[in-house]
């Protein structure tokens, strides 16, 4: 008679990722500045000056966060939605945060809620993003 052996979830070998929590979050405060516009203008070959903070700037003040902080190195993004409600001015000061709002152990998967807002806590955007973590 053979024994058979059960795989082990993927979890069970990233005890990293045990040490995460469901409400666990992290922020990151940035100011795009009219210079930085124009350097990230001339790196997307856009032409004219934008008025306001292009949109992937803020996704990757998300992807900052879910690869260096939280949940960190070893993520690989899946998927992120992003519901913009204001632009963003240049100069103004932005934070956005990621919560963790799921884990899901036999997968390895993190849901996570993101939100950036300006000055005076004014909602510039919110969404989620789903990342597999790996380390």
Known sequence: MSATKKAAAP??????????SVDESVSVTRRFD????????????????WPAVPEPLI???FSYLLGE????????YLKQ???FHAPARAGEDLT???????????KALVNLETRCTGEGGRLICDGDALVLFQC
């Open 11 to 20: 979890s069970e070998t990233l005890p990293r990722f045990h040490a995460l």
């Open 81 to 83: 939605h992003m519901r």
């Open 34 to 49: 009219q210079q930085a516009l124009g350097e990230w203008c001339r790196l997307a070959d856009v032409e004219g000056n």
């Open 96 to 106: 956005a945060t990621v919560t963790v709002t799921r884990l899901r152990p036999d």
């Open 69 to 76: 902080e939280l949940p960190g190195h070893g993520t690989n």
């Open 59 to 61: 996704a990757g003040l």
